[in-house]
């Protein structure tokens, strides 16, 4: 399938990192993801050619026979019967079939995002319905209770999982991730690092004219 290019003249906001209780993300600072798994799973783009919101979203193109699994969101400080909930927007072009998007977690530690203790699991629920953008889960964010079995584990990280391998089938962009945690005290949420202005260099004029 062609690349895709980044157009336009956008500048990403360098915000920093999204800490919070509750909140939302939405690839505005041009960030892509806190990790993935397998190391040749696939590809990611913060892009501008399609968006929910905003101007900008995460583009995912599945490049393995293994489904891959994009880490978008990391809650730490987690204890038995804590609830997490998730939901993002996903843009399919089939309402059956691939490609396809779908929310997931595991279990990790709150220093380690590659650390693994077992699944959480996640909705059965795909994009797709509607097509186009359209959220996963389809109705209602999921709710996630913390019940790991190993003791290490302290963190639930949230997936993004493409499904998929024969173009134009292996791809789906991702935008408005929406996630909540309990409001104690030493729980946080962790969201992608900012990355580079990919589309042109930031000048005092261009960031300027972001606010006028």
Request: glycine share 10%; hydrophobic share 40%; with cysteine.
């Amino acid at each position: 399938m062609k690349k895709l290019l980044l157009v336009g003249a956008l500048v990403c906001l360098m915000a920093p990192a999204a800490w919070a209780l509750t909140g939302t993300y939405g690839w505005e600072d041009c960030g892509t993801w806190l990790g993935y798994y397998p190391a040749t799973g696939f590809t990611a783009t913060n892009v501008t050619d399609r968006y929910h919101t905003g101007t900008h979203s995460l583009y995912l193109e599945r490049v393995s026979s293994t489904t891959p699994q994009a880490y978008v969101a990391w809650i730490k400080g987690l204890v038995a019967g804590d609830v997490v909930t998730g939901i993002f927007w996903a843009y399919d072009t089939t309402s059956s079939g691939n490609p396809s998007a779908r929310i997931w977690a595991h279990y990790a530690n709150d220093t380690d995002v590659n650390s693994y203790y077992g699944s959480a699991s996640g909705p059965a629920d795909y994009s797709g319905n509607p097509i186009g953008w359209g959220t996963v889960p389809n109705a209602a964010p999921y709710i996630w209770t913390f019940a790991a079995t190993d003791p290490l584990a302290t963190a639930i990280i949230i997936e993004v999982r493409v499904y998929g391998t024969v173009p134009p089938a292996n791809h789906v962009w991702i935008d408005d991730l929406e996630v909540t945690a309990p409001t104690r005290g030493g729980v946080s949420i962790a969201f992608p690092e900012p990355g580079p202005s990919a589309v042109e260099p930031a000048t005092w004029g261009s960031i300027k004219a972001l606010y006028q």
